[in-house]
């Protein structure tokens, strides 16, 4: 079953939101923050009261509060839901811009050197927001975590409050070109670090502990298999997939054949692979980008199948760069260059898609890069162009039947009431008159 981009829902508020979008610019960062207007008439635009005073000063708000975000579903009605959007994250939480800025005492000296200027006036100075976001982990908290090559930090985020963590690149760790992460059950993180040549490890108190280089080139994507306690690295500088004990991180093997300068495209072979993710099964499913495939392979390392071919339509890749599984096993693939969401069976059967066109709205991609599913279905995915994350929530079969048996015994009640209504009109008009 096909799903389209976008609901009618949202196609109501496209020019709206285009309009109020190209009037927003961060400053200090050299971005177009995309997801925040001024709204000069909030009365006319999002049918706030007509009786509010005009002295009342203007709020900034998302240019997504105007959109019921609850509507926004693939596929559409009246088919039962399998995603719906959630919410979306483009930097730290932001300020509370009609908060009125705090009156800074100036010292004597500041005032006798004329170095007075006002502080505080701009509520996003020091504020950080996402530049080239690209891998994602959730930890046993719920907490989203982003890896970001170009902010060079990880943002922690906790997607019920937008409360915001960091960790910094020369403050709490040394980062080159963070790409890939993985989170493991006792909320260890594991980072790659594509130019340091190297996977770094932190606590579960996001402080470094220890550094894993090992036969790396280029790590780029990270997965973490729980049960079977394995690391999988994603090495495009060596076109291989490298596999380490996830806790005394030795070198245990490697997939795919070396030395291959991004040519082979043999079974089991990779060029540039990137993305990386492990069913409850232990099967490892690899985003083989300049390939336009999917691979898998079992725990031991041996090679299952491949699907899927180079093409710009859905059913096709033609740059697949993230992927993962859910918990019903379909295997969810990012396409950068179509910049598309694909849901397929675990046999590659496409089921469903997200995506038909560039853009910024909900359920648009714009530099698609990765994807993460959490263990309560939630679905995460990172862009550049803009730089933020996009929050679904994944319908499981059996959320889907139970929704589904519903409409079915509501739609039998109303059939069954029209019935008795209908005979015991029928029998009023055939009463014998008295």
């Known amino acids: 079953m096909f799903s389209k981009a976008l609901n009618s829902v949202v196609k109501e508020h496209i020019s709206m939101v285009e309009r109020q979008q190209k009037s927003i610019q961060i400053a200090e960062m050299g971005l177009?923050?995309?997801?925040l207007v001024t709204l000069a008439i909030p009365s006319l635009v999002f049918g706030a009261d007509k009786k509010k005073k005009s002295n009342e000063p203007e709020k900034v708000v998302s240019a997504l509060e105007g959109i019921d975000k609850s509507k926004i579903v693939w596929p559409q009605p009246p088919n039962v839901a399998r995603v719906k959007y959630l919410d979306y994250f483009a930097g730290e939480k932001l300020p509370d811009f009609n908060a009125k800025p705090a009156k800074s005492k100036n010292a004597w000296m500041d005032r006798l050197a004329g170095t007075t200027a006002n502080k505080g006036d701009d509520p996003l100075k020091n504020h950080f927001f996402l530049g080239e976001p690209h891998g994602l982990a959730v930890d046993s908290k719920g907490k989203l975590y982003v890896a970001d090559s170009k902010v060079g930090a990880i943002f922690i985020f906790d997607p019920e409050t937008h409360d915001t963590e960091m960790i910094m690149n020369?403050?709490?760790?040394n980062f080159a070109m963070i790409m890939g992460l993985a989170v493991d059950d006792s909320d260890k993180l594991f980072v790659a670090d594509s130019q340091s040549h190297a996977v770094l490890i932190f606590g579960a108190n996001h402080r470094q502990e220890s550094v894993l280089r090992e036969g790396m080139v280029n790590p780029t994507g990270l997965a973490i298999d729980t049960e079977n306690r394995f690391l999988y690295v994603a090495d495009i500088g060596l076109d291989q997939v490298l596999v380490y004990d996830a806790d005394n991180f030795n070198l245990i093997r490697k997939i795919g054949t070396p030395g291959?300068?991004?040519?082979?495209s043999k079974p089991g072979d990779f060029s540039k692979p990137t993305g990386v993710a492990v069913d409850k099964e232990g099967n490892v499913y690899v985003a083989d980008m300049?390939?336009?495939?999917?691979?898998i392979f079992d725990a031991d390392g041996n090679f299952i199948r491949t699907f899927g071919k180079r093409g710009d339509g859905p059913g096709y890749f033609a740059m697949p760069k993230g992927v993962a599984v859910d918990t019903?096993?379909?295997?969810w693939v990012t396409d950068s260059m179509q910049n598309r969401i694909q849901l397929f069976s675990s046999e590659g059967e496409l089921l469903m898609f997200i995506g038909s066109a560039q853009g910024k709205l909900p359920g648009q991609f714009s530099g698609l890069q990765g994807i993460a599913i959490d263990k309560t279905n939630r679905v995460?995915?990172?862009?550049?162009?803009?730089?933020?994350?996009?929050?679904?929530?994944?319908?499981?079969?059996?959320e889907a039947k139970t929704e589904f048996d519903r409409r079915e015994a509501e739609k039998k009640a109303k059939q069954a009431g029209s019935s008795s209504a209908a005979s015991a009109k029928l029998g009023e008009k055939t009463e014998p008159s008295k």
Not at 170 to 173: P, S
Not at 260 to 264: N, P, R, V, Y
């Open 290 to 295: 300049l390939n336009a495939r999917i691979e």
């Open 380 to 398: 995460f995915t990172t862009e550049v162009f803009p730089g933020r994350v996009q929050e679904f929530r994944y319908v499981t079969q059996a």
């Open 170 to 173: 020369g403050r709490h760790a």
């Open 32 to 35: 177009v923050l995309l997801l």
């Open 328 to 331: 019903d096993g379909h295997i």
């Open 260 to 264: 291959t300068k991004h040519t082979s």
